[in-house]
């Protein structure tokens, strides 16, 4: 079993930055690929980005191209979200998600675990 828990969230003015922490609670998270996904009021959940266990491959949605970096620390068992330049469309709930899988690591029924989400308000 995976437990994620979020945090780093918070209500930002249009062009400010937040990061994002996903704390994992799991024997060898290094071997779990992770990502973000998002989901604002009335809309479906989307993803945002993932990273691979190694870290060495990162893949983004093209929305946050430029201005979102996703990383991770395997020895702290935790993945970070880095979210410059926002924009009041970013806001969402942010949700991490972790998976033993290889594939399908760019669409959310490819996660097994998920975190209970944390708020990102961007006011314009």
């Known amino acids: 079993q995976v437990q994620l828990v979020e945090s780093g969230g918070g209500l930002v003015q249009e062009g400010g930055s937040l990061r994002l922490s996903c704390a994992a609670r799991?024997?060898?998270?290094?071997?779990?690929?992770v990502a973000w996904f998002r989901q604002a009021p009335g809309k479906e959940r989307e993803f945002v980005a993932a990273?691979?266990?190694?870290?060495?491959?990162?893949y983004g949605t093209s929305s946050v191209e430029g201005r979102f970096t996703i990383s991770r620390d395997n020895a702290k068992n935790t993945v970070y979200l880095q979210m410059n330049s926002l924009k009041p469309e970013d806001t969402a709930v942010y949700y991490c998600?972790?998976?033993?899988?290889?594939?399908?690591?760019?669409?959310?029924?490819?996660?097994?675990?998920w975190g209970q989400g944390t708020q990102v308000t961007v006011s314009s």
């Open positions: 799991v024997r060898v998270f290094s071997t779990y690929a």
């Open positions: 998600a972790a998976t033993a899988r290889t594939d399908r690591i760019l669409v959310l029924t490819g996660y097994d675990y």
């Open positions: 990273i691979r266990w190694s870290g060495g491959s990162t």
